[in-house]
């Protein structure tokens, strides 16, 4: 016994002090561990300051019932649970048998709440007990981010996110993609916890816990106006043509400013959300909107005029041995090549561009070079499409390709990338690079600030964009955007109506168009250029980028300058439009004859519904969902209003 008794107090011993280093490490290892502390991501804000993406912390509350002295614990207890049931509602004993019962068992880590807000957060840190602290009180805090969208699913793509699956694989589509690694996503802190039993771990105080540095915040180019616009536009033209997906582009055009996007793609039941960046990252042939880029390589190259006539015949011709058609039943027979654009005729472009480079076809491919129209812009958004310009030798060339590229088929471009080249004919031949991006700030100082960036001082010559942007503001006048026309507003642009999957063998029983139409306006001193393109519209409703798209061009247009507060910033527009004189005597009429009984505001617009009722004599409160125009109101009409009523809006 007395030898066993040796073996042991040596043994306990040789732990203590020849092996306590080792040990006391393992310990250390498994049940103390440094713990990320996830910085907040930087906010992500529109032109005017709105907010587009921020992230919202939430907070779990729970309590170390063993830690405070007996004494404090009994004296504050029952205040504590009489706190609880005030926030959370059930009876004060219920928490105390809980709190008592996790102190019996030495439960260090007793969840109180999970997930409030900042606000409910203080409120929590100064129940009795809790305000103590961790050591006197047992208060244990774990805070979460949340990254929240207040618009909505509205340009959500563009706005952008960082995603990780469970195999650790990110996602980074859009503006948030693109910047969050340089500056929203900041750096995250560290914190040691203390295994404490059942997989659960609680913060310790640790005088060497390294704290996490925000992000900055991002200020983008977009604006939340041309942004509703322009989603509410394309969305119900969607709808309308029950196409597969399509796009919008709003561009400033001096400096290539970005001011809306839109990316929607339809559901298998129908509902369309920002499924894809299709503007950014969708090559596809452009069909008739590539037609300016060919008139204009044989204006600059001087092989024709604009007067130059061109031979349609009657709408269809053969070209080494295949037919090109045109749209038009019948032809155009002999017409100037001005015209021949501006009716977008395929023979015509097919003809000129055949005629004048079948013998040298690597002239007309180097002019397309020289614009850049075979590089991507190089624009910050993460996943630009890959332009495609096929030359001699190449595997799609072939006799037909020169004739084909004329009228936009044989190539691909983005719609972004068709849209750059069309501000550069509106900037005077400027080529810019698409902006998304104004500055960078942590609170009010500025980090970094990006200013407009050149990517070709001139695309061509004066005489050149003078005639082309004639051609293109008679495309609306009496070309295939004549149904645009307006007297009272002047628009500039190109239909384009492509094929597509035509390869398939399906394709004469289920035709398949892209309908687009890109431009600019104003006529005479261009402030925006826009593209729209549509994928797949119904060919029972209807498939021409007139048809389709050229709508919402001209909705975007006039909606910018009748219903956004920067009217007062085009000193060009010196006529009246017809229709915002018309709605504005309506709503002032609405406004100063309703003031205490309740008006009629369906077919309004949210913001001046808002407004309307918001300026009664009657203090009421409004509740608006939805964005748009307003479908239906919770109070009748002529309906006597009460101060303190809520009136419920619905908008489209």
């Not at 007139?546 to 909705?555: E, L, N, Q, S, Y």
């Amino acid at each position: 016994m007395f030898v066993f008794g040796l073996a042991v107090m040596f043994k306990l011993l040789s732990i203590q002090y020849l092996q306590g280093d080792k040990y006391r490490a393992l310990v250390d290892k498994r049940d103390i561990q440094d713990i990320t502390i996830p910085a907040n991501r930087g906010n992500v804000y529109a032109n005017d300051g709105s907010l587009l993406a921020t992230s919202i912390p939430k907070y779990n509350i729970a309590i170390d019932a063993v830690t405070s002295q007996n004494k404090t614990f009994e004296e504050f207890i029952k205040p504590l649970c009489d706190s609880l049931s005030g926030y959370l509602g059930k009876p004060s004993s219920y928490y105390e048998r809980g709190i008592r019962k996790a102190r019996l068992n030495k439960n260090q880590y007793y969840l109180l709440v999970k997930n409030i807000n900042y606000t409910d957060y203080v409120r929590f840190r100064n129940f009795p007990l809790l305000e103590r602290g961790a050591i006197s009180g047992g208060l244990i805090v774990e805070q979460k981010t949340k990254r929240e969208f207040p618009m909505g699913n509205i340009a959500r793509r563009t706005i952008g996110y960082e995603r990780f699956d469970e195999e650790g694989n990110v996602t980074r589509p859009g503006i948030d993609g693109a910047f969050g690694l340089k500056y929203l996503r900041g750096t995250d802190g560290i914190r040691k916890k203390q295994k404490i039993g059942n997989g659960k771990w609680k913060p310790m105080t640790d005088h060497n816990q390294v704290e996490p540095k925000d992000g900055y915040d991002v200020y983008t180019t977009i604006d939340v106006n041309i942004q509703d616009i322009a989603h509410h536009a394309l969305l119900k033209q969607l709808n309308k043509y029950k196409a597969e997906h399509g796009c919008v582009v709003v561009m400033e055009v001096k400096t290539g400013e970005v001011r809306a996007i839109s990316n929607l793609g339809r559901t298998s039941k129908g509902v369309y959300y920002e499924k894809l960046n299709y503007a950014v990252g969708e090559s596809h042939e452009p069909g008739s909107t590539f037609k300016v880029m060919a008139m204009m390589a044989a204006l600059e190259d001087k092989v024709i005029d604009t007067s130059t006539i061109v031979d349609t015949q009657k709408g269809r011709k053969k070209f080494y041995g295949r037919y090109i058609n045109d749209s038009h039943y019948g032809g155009y027979g002999e017409i100037s090549a001005a015209r021949a654009l501006e009716v977008s005729s395929n023979i015509g472009l097919a003809t000129i561009i055949d005629k004048h480079y079948s013998d040298n076809p690597k002239k007309f491919i180097n002019k397309l070079k020289e614009w850049g129209l075979n590089e991507r812009l190089g624009i910050s958004i993460i996943g630009e499409g890959e332009p495609d310009i096929p030359e001699p030798g190449g595997e799609k060339w072939s006799r037909n390709a020169l004739p084909s590229m004329a009228y936009g088929y044989n190539l691909e471009l983005t719609p972004l990338q068709t849209l750059a080249f069309y501000n550069a004919i509106a900037n005077d031949g400027e080529l810019v690079k698409p902006r998304f991006l104004k500055a960078v700030k942590e609170f009010d100082k500025e980090i970094e600030t990006f200013d407009k960036e050149v990517i070709k001082k001139k695309i061509c010559s004066d005489e050149t964009l003078s005639k082309i942007r004639e051609i293109l503001k008679n495309i609306v006048v009496r070309g295939t955007g004549e149904k645009l026309y307006s007297e009272n507003f002047s628009m500039a642009g190109k239909t384009g109506t492509a094929r597509t999957e035509y390869w398939m063998k399906d394709w004469v029983e289920n035709k398949r168009y892209i309908s687009s139409f890109s431009g600019y306006f104003p006529v005479e001193n261009p402030k925006y250029s826009c593209i729209v393109v549509i994928h797949k519209p119904s060919t029972e409703v209807g498939f021409f980028g007139a048809d389709v798209t050229g709508p919402v061009f001209k909705r975007i247009a006039q909606k910018i300058y009748t219903d956004t507060p920067k009217i007062d910033e085009v000193e060009l527009l010196e006529v009246k439009v017809a229709s915002a004189e018309k709605e504005y005597e309506s709503f002032y009429k609405t406004a100063t004859t309703y003031r205490t009984i309740m008006p009629n505001v369906v077919g309004l617009p949210a913001m001046d519904a808002l407004a309307l009722l918001e300026n009664m004599d009657v203090d009421i409160k409004v509740e608006l969902s939805g964005n748009g125009v307003i479908k239906s109101q919770s109070v009748d009409k002529s309906e006597k209003l009460k101060n303190n009523q809520t009136v419920v809006l619905k908008a489209s």
